[in-house]
């Protein structure tokens, strides 16, 4: 249940002009559910509890992480009082492809030695690699608009008054994403359409020419907002082309000093007249600068055959300036490519390079960065690098695993903090909404039922009971049941059931107040259909099964190094082996199929060890909490890369894992998290 709504920006309940956006919005873009996210965002943020999980440092800038919707994060930060410089989102695209992290089976630390002994390299072809869904961008475009106006006004709420943000997105969607833009952050701060080449050429149709680029959109919330202009070294191909080389190597070039929108007054300079763009004062100065060795010229100023100043007249060498003013078309920064150090092996990742020209741009030291759909870190880290504070936010635990320990390896210091929001996320949404629907006893699917229904339970004595259940993908999820969200349930989707239909029952995950929800029911409700309301809280307590593990815990002693060490000796996670015994049955079904048309094809199967070693990514050894629920303090931390190596306290190294970690004081709690993010607190 949220504690309370927190108003948006600037105070919902009397925010008129936010109001009249709402008009200007449905005037511009008339689609489904315009009114649902106006009766949202009238009623305000949800602001949950938020719970510490981990604190990295003393953290003395307030750097945050935080896993939970892009709108209680917002809600958090407003009644908190922060407010960020500068924001970054790459959110999801509209593009209608499912997005999946790769999971690579690790290598066994038992055979490791004996592997670097036979010095074996090995081959990534032959890597053992599956995907682990992370989200599906799978939208209709009503539903996404919807989505993102709700996002980007509660984004508005935090940001300062001299804020910008930069918006990235592709063709699918950016033009209609604009315009909500223009509404939320007013056209007449719209700065630049800046394209980004964000692959290589392709040819992927033969209708129509390869799409290379991406759309990034930039606001900036006044004329005071940060901006400093970013220069690109000069090309040889535009040295030769604008300017011109002197004796002395020196090279120069005349510009145009008239004024471009005639807002000066005429006067004449030197016998020239014209609407100059400089005023007299300073053009004198430029008039009397040291004479310069440029043919025709007096000081900085380039003279006619008649001896007078011409329209290109101001004299500027090319090593007195930093470079060519960059702009809008940004074909010069790399994507990340497969074999780029960079990677991260997650969906979407951005370079690094892409960030630091947007924060170097718009931001400066000491200024809060955030990302609220914050993927790898990029943002977060690249913030750290420049000597910025950062937020990073994100839905998905695969999101704040990867940009946790992607800090943590450049030294960055943050909390970690979780929206309790009334549930428990299986991971992330798509995989919530999957799992869900396997623990809802006696639920199937029924094609007589519209897609608004999660399917339906037969009862002996109501028959065919359609169920309803909050969603979790593609777009907000649904957890509030108030009157409205009833009231569409009454008047839209109950109507076209069966006309056997008896019961329904109605899942929700918190629920505005019961009484008026019982009252409205039963006054608006079909007499001939009981509805059932029931809280799905009860039903995900059980969605996070937790990992087995087996542990010796030793003090040791070895090269000068006196402390405590802990060597796994079995772990097993019963959803890793579901997932992997999923693509093996895949993988065979596959060959069969191909030896049915004559085709030879060999399966290698995943084969995991009785130990099942190679299904963990990381441990991490809290030595200062004993409970196993307390904020979590790592003293000592060991990630296996995807090639087998080791990665101690964030310092990449050149060994194998031997199945053990380190620590100097002895370690009360262990966490461990399996390949495919999962992770479990043993008390040791």
């Known amino acids: 249940m949220a504690i309370k709504y927190i108003p948006y920006y600037p105070n919902t309940l009397e925010g008129q002009a936010l109001l009249d956006n709402f008009v200007r919005t449905k005037r511009i873009l008339s689609y489904h559910d315009n009114g649902k996210v106006v009766e949202r965002i009238k009623r305000g943020m949800p602001l949950y509890e938020m719970e510490l999980t981990e604190k990295v440092g003393t953290n003395p800038n307030d750097n945050l992480i935080i896993r939970g919707e892009c709108v209680s994060a917002c809600a958090c930060l407003k009644d908190k009082g922060i407010t960020v410089d500068l924001v970054y989102i790459d959110p999801p695209f509209a593009s209608g492809a499912d997005y999946a992290k790769k999971v690579y089976v690790r290598r ?12 074996l390299e090995l081959d990534i072809e032959d890597q053992k690699v599956f995907e682990e869904k992370m989200y599906g961008d799978i939208w209709d475009k009503e539903r ?3 989505w993102m106006y709700e996002n980007l006004v509660a984004i508005r709420s935090v940001m300062s008054d001299t804020a910008s943000i930069y918006v990235h997105l592709d063709d699918h969607i950016g033009h209609y994403v604009k315009i909500l833009m223009d509404e939320i952050f007013g056209e007449e701060n719209f700065r630049n359409d800046i394209s980004w080449r964000s692959t290589a050429s392709h040819n992927d149709s033969n209708k129509s020419f390869s799409s290379v680029f991406d759309h990034i959109y930039f606001y900036s919330l006044s004329n005071d907002s940060t901006f400093n202009i970013l220069y690109n070294p000069y090309s040889e191909e535009y040295i030769d082309s604008e300017w011109t080389k002197l004796p002395s190597g020196r090279y120069y070039k005349s510009e145009n000093m008239l004024d471009p929108q005639l807002k000066m007054e005429e006067y004449d300079f030197h016998g020239t007249v014209a609407r100059w763009r400089m005023t007299p004062n300073k053009f004198e100065e ?9 043919p025709n010229s007096h000081g900085r100023i380039k003279l006619g055959k008649n001896g007078k100043p011409i329209k ?12 060519v003013p960059l702009n809008d078309m940004w074909n010069d920064v790399a ?3 497969g074999r780029s150090k960079e990677k991260e092996d997650y969906s979407t990742q951005k370079p690094e390079a892409l960030l630091e020209r947007i924060i170097k741009a ?5 200024m809060v960065v955030a990302d609220f759909f914050g993927g790898s870190g990029v943002a977060a880290a690249v913030a750290h690098k420049l000597n910025r504070k950062f937020i990073h936010n994100d839905i998905n635990i695969n999101s704040i695993q990867t940009a946790r320990d992607r800090l943590k390896g450049i030294r960055a210091e943050f909390e970690i903090l979780e929206v309790n929001d009334g549930i428990s996320l299986y991971r992330n949404p798509i995989q919530t909404d999957e799992k869900l629907k396997t623990l809802i006893v006696g639920l199937r699917n029924d094609d007589a039922l519209s897609d608004f229904w999660a399917g339906c339970i037969i009862d002996s004595k109501y028959g065919m009971m359609p169920v309803y259940l909050p969603k979790f993908k593609n777009g907000p999820i649904s957890r509030l049941l108030d009157i409205p969200l ?11 059931l069966p006309d056997e239909t008896k019961r329904v029952i109605i899942y929700y995950i918190d629920i505005e107040n019961r009484e008026e929800i019982d009252k409205f029911i039963k006054e608006n409700g079909n007499p001939l259909i009981e509805i ?3 809280d799905l809280k009860q039903v995900l307590d059980n969605v996070v099964v937790e990992d087995y593990a087996e542990w010796e815990l030793s003090e040791t002693q070895a090269n000068l190094f006196k402390g405590w060490m802990v060597e796994i000796t079995q772990f097993h996670s019963d959803r890793v082996a579901q997932k992997i015994e999923a693509i093996n049955l895949k993988g065979e079904q596959q060959v069969l199929q191909q030896l049915a048309k004559g085709k030879e094809k060999v399966f290698k199967p995943i084969i995991i060890s009785d130990e099942g070693l190679e299904t963990i990514e990381w441990i991490s050894l809290d030595c200062t909490n004993a409970e196993k629920e307390a904020t979590w303090h790592s003293d000592s931390e060991v990630k296996i890369d995807k090639l087998g190596y080791v990665i101690k306290n964030g310092v990449k190294t050149n060994e194998f894992w031997d199945a053990c970690i380190h620590c100097e004081e002895k370690p009360l709690r262990m966490k461990i998290r399996n390949i495919c993010g999962d992770e479990t607190v043993y008390v040791l």
Do not use: H
């Not at 430029?286 to 440029?294: F, G, I, K, R, S």
């Not at 290109?312 to 470079?323: A, N, Q, S, W, Y």
């Not at 718009?362 to 000491?366: F, K, L, P, T």
């Open 312 to 323: 290109r007249c101001k004299i500027v060498f090319m090593d007195e300036l930093p470079g």
């Open 286 to 294: 430029l008039w009397n600068a040291e004479q310069t060795e440029v």
């Open 335 to 337: 994507y990340v490519a």
């Open 108 to 119: 066994n630390p038992k055979v490791a030695e004996a592997i670097r002994q036979a010095e």
């Open 532 to 534: 059932e309301l029931r």
């Open 144 to 146: 996404y608009l919807n």
């Open 486 to 496: 009833m009231n569409r349930i009454i008047r839209e989707a109950m109507p076209d």
């Open 362 to 366: 718009s931001s400066n030291e000491g």
